[in-house]
């Protein structure tokens, strides 16, 4: 059923690590060989051995209008025809970041980048620079790439003493990255009391979406922006995630709490490699050629990806009903979950992200989080992809819906939970 997939994957581990070129997609997590994809359409992602699943990873979030938009693509065509990139400015660059800019205020200036890692990377420097102060502020659980400063977790000690996550990170690279807790402003307050003068920011995911979908407890994120304010710090969104797919102006517009600085990605490269950071206009004039901050990239706004992007963005403006049918699409497959397993697992939901977590906990924060039955989340996915519904490989990411979604692919994958359910509980529950 999957014999060619099986066989690209052993080519594969001759030449790349562990055969694939992020690790998720290495399908440890759900102990299996992952599925090699041919095409994809719509709401439909195909493997190289012909099989059609339902997909609800969506390229991991990008994939809000569904796969192969024709829109976006002949945009993309089209902008090939002219050449592929320049390493100069062209006029796309500058409709894209005006188009980021009308949909969040907050980003009176922008740098286009070509990654999420890329962007947090260089919004941490351009924090650093304004505010002449060396120490961040992360949380545990929260991912904001795979730069060097940013791969830590806390310790067993205090929360300000970080060690690396990653062999090959330095400690020296990451003293100064202090880790909180997420949805605990106590843990935040205690940092700020000891080194707030040396705090140059918070930087956060509003939604957090990295160990599963763990939303903010009201008062939160207020909470940070307060924080910052009283000891002159700056407030980051990480909104590689969130931005574009919870609201047309990201979780800021949707939690009413205004950031320094944000970063984004996915959505605005419509498919493509593209991501961006910007902020108040100071802070980000702060940034070379204008100030002395450096960063630079010779594919940094490149005409495909900006095409792609453009072409998104224009369809969610001119179809601003598609984040209310999302999260009503969304919530109808996570109360599916809910009735069909009962307590015995924690199901959270947010517009159009959601994650199933196997165990009775509220998931809040990073431990409720890992309190999650991995191997039960395994026989989900693994039982669920039997089924022809395609899901993320790890108990610790999202599930996205996108506006390609019909209700015959709700109704097909609702169907489905409800018939692996009964299965899985008798199975597992014992």
Same mark, same amino acid.
């Given at each position: 059923?999957?014999?060619? &997939?099986?066989?690209?994957?052993?080519?594969?581990?001759?030449?790349?690590?562990?055969?694939?070129?992020?690790?998720?997609? +290495?399908?440890?997590?759900?102990?299996?060989?992952?599925?090699?994809?041919?095409?994809? /359409?719509?709401?439909?992602?195909?493997?190289?051995?012909?099989?059609?699943?339902?997909?609800?990873?969506?390229?991991?979030?990008?994939?809000?209008?569904?796969?192969?938009?024709?829109?976006?693509?002949?945009? @993309?065509? /089209?902008?090939?025809?002219?050449?592929?990139?320049? $390493?100069?400015?062209?006029?796309?660059?500058?409709?894209?970041?005006?188009?980021?800019?009308?949909?969040?205020?907050?980003?009176?200036?922008?740098?286009?980048?070509? &990654? $999420?890692?890329?962007?947090?990377?260089?919004?941490?420097?351009?924090?650093?620079?304004?505010?002449?102060?060396? /120490?961040? @502020?992360?949380?545990?659980?929260?991912?904001?790439?795979?730069?060097?400063?940013?791969?830590?977790?806390?310790?067993?000690?205090?929360?300000?003493?970080?060690?690396?996550?990653?062999?090959?990170?330095?400690?020296?690279?990451?003293?100064?990255?202090?880790?909180?807790?997420?949805?605990?402003?106590?843990?935040?307050?205690?940092?700020?009391?000891?080194?707030?003068?040396?705090?140059?920011?918070?930087?956060?995911?509003?939604?957090?979406?990295?160990?599963?979908?763990?939303?903010?407890?009201?008062?939160?994120?207020? &909470?940070?922006?307060?924080?910052?304010?009283?000891?002159?710090?700056?407030?980051?969104?990480?909104?590689?995630?969130?931005?574009?797919?919870?609201?047309?102006?990201?979780?800021?517009?949707?939690?009413?709490?205004?950031?320094?600085?944000?970063?984004?990605?996915?959505?605005? $490269?419509?498919?493509?490699?593209?991501?961006?950071?910007?902020?108040?206009?100071?802070?980000?004039?702060?940034?070379?050629?204008?100030?002395?901050?450096?960063?630079?990239?010779?594919?940094?706004?490149?005409?495909?990806?900006? +095409?792609?992007?453009?072409?998104?963005?224009?369809?969610?403006? !001119?179809?601003?009903?598609?984040?209310?049918?999302?999260?009503?699409?969304?919530?109808?497959?996570?109360?599916?979950?809910?009735?069909?397993?009962?307590?015995?697992?924690?199901?959270?939901?947010?517009?159009?992200?959601?994650?199933?977590?196997?165990?009775?906990?509220?998931?809040?924060?990073?431990?409720?989080?890992?309190?999650?039955?991995?191997?039960?989340?395994?026989?989900?996915?693994?039982?669920?992809?039997?089924?022809?519904?395609?899901?993320?490989?790890?108990?610790?990411? &999202?599930?996205?819906?996108?506006?390609?979604?019909?209700?015959?692919?709700? !109704?097909?994958?609702?169907?489905?939970?409800?018939?692996?359910?009964?299965?899985?509980?008798?199975?597992?529950?014992?």
């Amino acid at each position: 059923m999957h014999k060619q &997939s099986d066989n690209l994957f052993e080519k594969s581990k001759e030449i790349m690590p562990g055969g694939v070129n992020s690790p998720v997609r +290495a399908f440890q997590a759900v102990s299996r060989n992952p599925l090699f994809i041919h095409h994809a /359409k719509g709401s439909k992602i195909y493997d190289a051995d012909g099989n059609e699943y339902i997909d609800y990873v969506c390229s991991w979030g990008p994939g809000i209008l569904g796969h192969a938009m024709g829109q976006v693509v002949k945009a @993309v065509q /089209k902008t090939c025809e002219n050449g592929l990139t320049f $390493g100069a400015p062209t006029e796309k660059e500058y409709i894209l970041a005006k188009m980021v800019q009308e949909r969040m205020p907050s980003m009176e200036m922008l740098r286009l980048v070509n &990654s $999420g890692t890329e962007a947090v990377m260089s919004v941490v420097r351009v924090a650093r620079g304004f505010t002449g102060r060396d /120490k961040i @502020v992360k949380f545990r659980g929260c991912y904001h790439g795979h730069s060097d400063g940013l791969l830590v977790k806390a310790g067993s000690g205090a929360l300000t003493q970080s060690v690396p996550d990653s062999l090959g990170v330095p400690k020296d690279y990451i003293k100064n990255t202090l880790v909180a807790e997420y949805n605990d402003i106590a843990s935040v307050e205690a940092l700020f009391e000891k080194e707030g003068k040396e705090i140059a920011a918070i930087i956060v995911e509003p939604v957090a979406a990295n160990m599963g979908v763990v939303l903010p407890e009201k008062g939160f994120l207020q &909470s940070l922006r307060e924080i910052a304010d009283r000891y002159q710090s700056l407030l980051v969104f990480d909104e590689v995630i969130t931005g574009f797919r919870l609201a047309a102006g990201g979780a800021q517009e949707y939690f009413q709490v205004k950031p320094d600085l944000t970063t984004l990605g996915k959505i605005i $490269g419509g498919g493509m490699p593209m991501a961006a950071y910007g902020g108040r206009k100071e802070i980000m004039e702060m940034v070379a050629p204008v100030g002395r901050v450096y960063q630079a990239g010779t594919l940094s706004g490149n005409p495909v990806a900006t +095409a792609a992007g453009i072409e998104t963005l224009k369809i969610l403006g !001119q179809q601003p009903e598609i984040y209310e049918e999302l999260a009503q699409n969304t919530k109808k497959i996570a109360d599916t979950i809910r009735e069909v397993f009962g307590d015995r697992v924690c199901v959270n939901q947010i517009g159009s992200l959601m994650s199933v977590f196997f165990t009775e906990e509220k998931v809040i924060d990073y431990k409720s989080a890992v309190s999650s039955d991995t191997k039960k989340y395994a026989a989900y996915f693994n039982d669920m992809l039997g089924r022809g519904i395609y899901l993320a490989p790890s108990q610790f990411e &999202s599930m996205f819906v996108s506006a390609a979604h019909t209700q015959e692919d709700l !109704q097909k994958t609702i169907e489905a939970i409800k018939r692996i359910g009964e299965k899985l509980i008798n199975l597992l529950y014992k």
